[in-house]
C-alpha cells in the first residue's frame, strides 16, 4: 500500500532523511518509534508528500507519487492527524467533518453529514456535532480530527504524534479511539508515537529511527522483548523505566 524507495531528504545541509526503504502492507497498523530529532515525522509527511523527498520514490497503493499529481492521489488515497489538531476555528464540528467531502469528492450534504454522525459515533462524540473546537477539551478535538479522517474514507491514515500536545489526562482517551479503530477496521495506519504501551497492543509491526535512518524493524514481541540492535536497547531500557 506504502512504499519508500531510497528517500532522502534534505532541509539545506541537513541530511534528514538517509536512504530510507520501508514497505506498508494494505491494513497493516504500523509504528515508528525512535529519539526525537530522528526523522519519524518528516518520513511520514513524505508518504503524503507534505515533505517533497529530495531523492528517492514514494508509491501509494501502486502509484508513484509525484509532485505533479500527489494532491489528486493524496485526496483519494490518505487521510492525516496532525499533532495539532487543524480543526477550523470558525466552522462547527459538522462542517468541520463534512468540508472535504463535499467539496473535494462531490458527496452530497445528507451523505456527508450522515457519514460525520457514523464516525462521530465510532470516536463517542455524536453530542458535540454543533459545537465549535473551541468549546472542546484537547482530547476532544483530536478525536473530532480521526472523525475528519475517517469521514474522507481513504484507505490509509498517517498520524504524527496525535498525542504529544494532550495532557496525560487525556492522552488515553485519544488512544482508546486509535485502538478501536486499529482493530475493527481494514485501514492502513501509520503511526508516529512515543506511547509504548499503544505500540505493543496495536502494531502489527514496529520501525525504530535514528539519524534519519531505519535501523530495526519487527513484531511488537521481537520488539520489546528482544531487540537485536545495541541502540533500540538503549532506548527501550530508558524510556520502559519511566
Do not use: W
Not at 487543524?86 to 456527508?112: C, F, W
Amino acid at each position: 500500500m506504502i512504499k519508500l524507495e531510497h528517500v532522502n531528504k534534505f532541509f539545506g545541509d541537513l541530511h534528514v532523511l538517509k536512504d530510507v526503504n520501508l514497505h506498508v502492507k494494505e491494513g497493516e497498523k504500523m509504528v515508528i518509534i525512535g529519539p526525537s530529532g530522528s526523522g519519524k515525522s518528516t518520513t511520514v509527511r513524505c508518504m503524503n508528500y507534505l515533505e517533497v523527498p529530495t531523492s528517492g520514490k514514494v508509491i501509494i497503493d501502486g502509484e508513484e507519487m509525484t509532485a505533479r499529481n500527489h494532491i489528486k492521489l493524496v485526496r483519494r488515497t490518505t487521510s492525516m492527524v496532525f499533532q495539532q489538531f487543524n480543526l477550523y476555528p470558525h466552522l462547527d464540528v459538522m462542517r468541520n467533518l463534512t468540508l472535504a467531502p463535499i467539496k473535494l469528492h462531490g458527496v452530497s450534504q445528507k451523505e456527508a453529514e450522515e457519514t460525520a454522525m457514523h464516525y462521530l459515533n465510532v470516536v463517542g462524540l455524536t453530542d458535540k456535532a454543533h459545537v465549535y473546537p473551541a468549546t472542546l477539551s484537547g482530547g476532544q478535538q483530536q478525536r473530532i480530527a480521526i472523525a475528519r479522517a475517517l469521514c474522507a474514507k481513504t484507505k490509509i491514515i498517517l498520524f504524527d504524534e496525535p498525542t504529544s500536545a494532550l495532557d496525560p489526562e487525556t492522552i488515553q482517551e485519544v488512544l482508546d479511539v486509535m485502538v478501536k479503530l486499529a482493530s475493527e477496521s481494514n485501514i492502513t495506519m501509520v503511526i508516529v508515537t512515543h506511547e509504548m504501551g499503544f505500540a505493543r497492543e496495536v502494531a502489527d509491526r514496529i520501525v525504530f529511527m535514528e539519524d534519519g535512518m531505519i535501523i530495526e524493524e519487527g513484531t511488537p514481541e521481537h520488539f520489546f522483548s528482544h531487540p537485536d540492535n545495541e541502540r533500540v536497547q538503549q532506548f527501550l531500557g530508558k524510556i520502559l523505566r519511566h
